[in-house]
C-alpha cells in the first residue's frame, strides 16, 4: 500500500509525538492534543519526514497516495508564498 511504502504511522497527539522526540520545524506549531501521523517520503536528497494533520487525509480522498497529497500540500504553500511576496 502507498502509506506502507512510504513508511505512515499510525496518528498520535502533539504530547505523544512530543515524549517521542518528534517536534516540527520552522515556523508551525502542533496543538499537544492534536492527533497526527508520520509519514516518510524517499527524495532525491534521502528521506524527508512530515508529521501530517486531518486535512491531509481530505486530500487523500480525492486520490489516496501520499505523493499526491504532499505534492497539493507543496503546491498550495508555493502559491501562499508567491502571492504574500510583493512584486
Same mark, same amino acid.
Given at each position: 500500500?502507498?502509506?506502507? /511504502?512510504? +513508511?505512515?504511522? $499510525?496518528?498520535? *497527539?502533539? %504530547?505523544?509525538?512530543?515524549?517521542?522526540?518528534?517536534?516540527?520545524?520552522?515556523?508551525?506549531?502542533?496543538?499537544?492534543?492534536?492527533?497526527?501521523?508520520?509519514?516518510?517520503?524517499?527524495? /532525491?536528497? +534521502?528521506?524527508? $519526514?512530515?508529521? *501530517?494533520? %486531518?486535512?491531509?487525509?481530505?486530500?487523500?480522498?480525492?486520490?489516496?497516495?501520499?505523493?499526491?497529497?504532499?505534492?497539493?500540500?507543496?503546491?498550495?504553500?508555493?502559491?501562499?508564498?508567491?502571492?504574500?511576496?510583493p512584486p
Open positions: 500500500s502507498d502509506a506502507a /511504502e512510504e +513508511g505512515a504511522t $499510525s496518528p498520535a *497527539t502533539g %504530547a505523544e509525538w512530543a515524549a517521542r522526540g518528534v517536534h516540527p520545524l520552522g515556523q508551525f506549531t502542533l496543538d499537544m492534543s492534536q492527533s497526527a501521523s508520520l509519514l516518510e517520503f524517499t527524495v /532525491e536528497d +534521502g528521506k524527508e $519526514s512530515w508529521l *501530517t494533520l %486531518a486535512n491531509f487525509g481530505v486530500i487523500t480522498r480525492y486520490n489516496n497516495r501520499n505523493y499526491y497529497a504532499m505534492s497539493v500540500f507543496q503546491l498550495a504553500e508555493e502559491l501562499k508564498a508567491a502571492f504574500r511576496t
